[in-house]
């Protein structure tokens, strides 16, 4: 699949096969993807943590409400931003989001499905991540994508391009 067309028809999945694992070999072809994503500075401020041990997806579908799906894909990674190794104050939250975008597209190029969850900007779930996997202060956690063997066709794309979204040169 080449690239644009992977991008014009990537979907969010919500439901996925749980016959069917991820590979540790397509879970670490994804994650160098992940590390190929532009960061400020190229300072590659990310990490990475892999859940797909089915009591710690549990407790992460306790706390987090929106990715009741992540047990049924079977992994999930949750892109975490690593504050000693930022550009500037901030720019952690950019690089893991390019981060998760190519953790999305990589998913797309094996074939699999994926969702990205979103753990920041939420305060309260912050807090309930860095207890949950007993992170290290100068770590943040951004966002989880749950990536698996889709068990539905990804509804169609449909034509987002929206011409009043374009200013050209000037507002
Ligand atoms: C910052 C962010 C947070 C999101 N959080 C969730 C989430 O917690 N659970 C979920 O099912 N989808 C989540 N999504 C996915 C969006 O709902 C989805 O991207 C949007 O509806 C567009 O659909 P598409 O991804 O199929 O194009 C999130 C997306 C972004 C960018």
């Known amino acids: 699949m080449d690239l644009e067309t992977g991008i014009l028809t990537r979907r969010s999945i919500r439901m996925y096969d749980s016959s069917k694992k991820v590979s540790p070999a397509d879970i670490d072809d994804i994650l160098n993807m992940a590390m190929h994503a532009p960061s400020a500075h190229n300072r590659q401020s ?3 943590v892999v859940i797909t041990d089915p009591e710690v997806q549990e407790k992460v579908m306790k706390i987090h409400p929106w990715c009741a799906f992540l047990k049924d894909a079977g992994a999930g990674i949750m892109v975490c931003g690593n504050i000693d190794q ?3 104050s901030g720019f952690w939250i950019c690089d893991a989001a ?3 975008m190519n953790i999305l597209h990589g998913a797309k190029a094996r074939g699999l499905g994926s969702c990205w ?3 920041y900007p939420n305060a309260e779930r912050t807090d ?3 207890r ?6 100068h770590i943040e956690p951004f966002s989880i994508v749950v990536v698996g063997h889709a068990k ?3 509804p169609q794309p449909g034509d987002r391009f929206k011409r009043e979204k374009i200013h050209r040169n000037s507002w």
């Open 46 to 48: 990310w990490e990475f």
């Open 86 to 88: 930022e550009y500037d």
């Open 98 to 100: 390019a981060a998760t």
């Open 117 to 119: 969850c979103a753990i």
């Open 128 to 130: 309930d991540f860095k």
């Open 132 to 137: 949950l996997f007993k992170l290290p202060s």
């Open 152 to 154: 539905m066709q990804p």
